[in-house]
């Protein structure tokens, strides 16, 4: 009876774990934005403890969260991105970083958000 306790507890200290770090609120929580590339990038070199480069490019841009809610980030990613493409970014607000990005067609974009995203607010 109790090993059956014991893993119950242990189930339940995990799970609440992982609840907390992937949650809405957790401690890796992500919001996605909209955002349309319309300026260059610039490029940002850091060097590691290694001695390693590594070399990020970055753009200040408007994006706009699901609701169209406008908001401006500086995106660093390692890729330089397509100017005039749209992307769908994972923001994580605790680092200030880029954790996903994927390209997305206008078509799949919220007329309202496209609208915005093309300076036609």
Excluded: C, P
């Amino acid at each position: 009876m109790k090993w059956i306790m014991r893993i119950f507890v242990l189930l339940v200290i995990v799970g609440g774990a992982f609840y907390y770090l992937k949650s809405e609120n957790g401690y890796y929580s992500t919001k996605q934005y909209y955002v349309k590339v319309m300026t260059d990038s610039t490029v940002e070199n850091e060097k590691l403890s290694n001695g390693e480069v590594l070399t990020y490019h970055v753009y200040d841009e408007k994006v706009y969260d699901k609701k169209g809610k406008e908001r401006e980030l500086k995106i660093s990613v390692q890729n330089k991105l397509e100017k005039n493409q749209y992307y769908l970014i994972d923001w994580e607000d605790r680092r200030g970083i880029v954790s996903k990005i994927a390209k997305v067609d206008q078509t799949k974009i919220d007329k309202s958000i496209l609208n915005k995203l093309n300076g036609n607010s």
